[in-house]
């Protein structure tokens, strides 16, 4: 079965709850930095950010959490940790997109050296920027993973996963089962906000997306 089948067949009406949240900053984002796969700790700002949000996180009483192995996101998926108590498991396939010489370079390096693929890349072309994954093959080894978590969960449980935002994004697409030329329709992630999938009789649908306080109820004809 393929990746996009595997996530349409979940177990309706379970209500289970996966929050995807992107890491606190480091200084590569402040620099406007590739970082890629490249193992970039928290700065301060990023210490705090992941605090204040583990805060309310925790307020959801998750149920498991699982991380990228790279300090950014364990540092961060830490601090939920300490408040709940769970244990945090690592997955390297969590990791953000490996980019090849893209990484470590900025966004106007980037753009002044390899305009063409970079543009390819936003027309939603299948395109392996720095030589590095194609977006297809980052969904292919996160998505599972999640989905292999989410399964685990109880009856209206919550997986928080701490991962990058190439990585959720990606991941997003393929649990939604959209096309992924669409997937770049998906606005990026602020440091330390997340986005909000929930399982409902017709799969996973998108609840929140870039949050940084706790989801409200949906009042109104569409819930």
Known sequence: MSATGEVAAGRPGKGRRVILWRHGQTSWNVERRFQGSTDVPLTEA??????????????????????????????????????????????EALRETYA????????EEIIARYGEEYAAWKRGEPVRRGGGELETEVADRAAPVVLRHAEKLPEDGTLVVVSHGGTIRTTIGRLLGLEPRHWESLGGLTNCCWSVLGEGARGWRLLEHNAGTLPEPVLGDDD
């Open 46 to 91: 990023g210490i705090s950010q992941a605090r204040r949000a583990a805060r309310l996180l925790a307020g959801l009483k998750p149920d498991a959490i699982i991380a990228s192995d790279l300090q950014r996101a364990a540092h961060t998926a830490a601090e939920l940790a300490t408040l709940t108590g769970l244990e945090v498991m690592h997955d």
């Open 100 to 107: 090849g010489v893209w990484q470590g370079l900025t966004h």
